[in-house]
């Protein structure tokens, strides 16, 4: 499997799309068959979004640790499968550094996820709808993560956070839950 479905309009696989928007992914022309046809499941254990100012990285986690599910569609594409993730809405840990977020399927609902054909309106959106923030974690880590060289540990390593990013996020946390003392380097 290989990231990006490449639409039938592109010429090449330089055009391929790694994301999709929840929000349009059932009439674009370009998911809307796979959407209803191939939906799949992107096994993770934190995901990777930089601010916008600075370009730092930062790693999300959900606070169990656990691995979770991030909402895909694939296609056959011309020589071998290729998927692409379903976004939405930043929830309240990401909006300081982005204003999307992967689609994270809770467990519960994986299996009408599956569920062939169309999903139900009323599914859809309280499946698609952003992960809980409560629920959530963000760490600074090391600008290492920018290499396609380093694929290690140090990635997930504590990096330093912009000021302004860090105030954001400890507005966020309190009265959630406690986060442990390694999420809370670098902010």
Partial sequence: MQWGIVPVWAKDTSKALINARSESVREKRSFKSSFTQRRCLVPADGFYEWTKIGKIPHFFTVNSGAPFAIAGIWDEGDDMPRCCLLT???NAVLEPIHDRMPVIIRR???EEWF???ELAAQSFLRITNPYSAEEMSALAVSPLVN???VDDRRCCE???SAPEIRQKLEIIRKGSVKPDD???QGF
């Fill in 108 to 110: 519960e609902d994986w």
């Fill in 158 to 160: 504590a990096g330093d």
């Fill in 147 to 149: 290499s396609a060289r």
């Fill in 182 to 184: 390694q999420q809370m």
């Fill in 88 to 90: 939405t809405a930043a």
């Fill in 115 to 117: 569920s062939p054909g």
